[in-house]
């Protein structure tokens, strides 16, 4: 019998993002789920999941309403932002929840690879 594999889910309205990151996780060796949306995700649900990567700047909801919607129903699911843009709000915004860690685009695919295995309990 194998190991089972971690479920990390990915929120982004760039497919090729998407696309990306289903990549380097399924890589590693985890089952990726991708969402071209925060509502997506949300009507799919969060059961199954063991980790939220999301965008901050999407159309509808964005990374940091999705986080906390995500917190109400999962209070320990690791979550991580990443972005495009290069606010220093964003940046303090991050700082102040209990967000893992942001990652602004274009990112190190292995930097965040290490984060999320660090941010998952063993």
């Given amino acids: 019998m194998g190991e089972r594999k ?7 309205d760039d ?3 998407l696309e990306s990151l289903e990549n380097l996780f399924e890589s590693a060796g985890y089952l990726v789920r991708t969402f071209a949306s925060a509502k997506t995700l949300i ?3 969060l059961a199954d999941i063991e980790c939220l990567i999301t965008d901050i700047g999407m159309p509808g909801m964005d990374g940091f309403e999705l986080h ?11 979550v991580f932002l990443i972005t495009g843009r290069h606010e220093i709000g964003d940046r303090q ?11 602004r685009k274009p990112f190190d695919g ?10 998952l309990p063993a």
């Fill in 68 to 78: 906390d919607l995500v917190k109400k129903e999962r209070p320990d699911l690791p």
């Fill in 110 to 119: 292995p930097a965040l690879l290490a984060s999320v295995e660090d941010a």
């Fill in 43 to 45: 009507e799919t649900g």
């Fill in 93 to 103: 915004r991050a700082n102040a929840k209990d967000i893992r860690g942001v990652f």
């Fill in 15 to 17: 497919p090729r993002l």
């Fill in 6 to 12: 971690r479920t990390i889910a990915v929120v982004d």
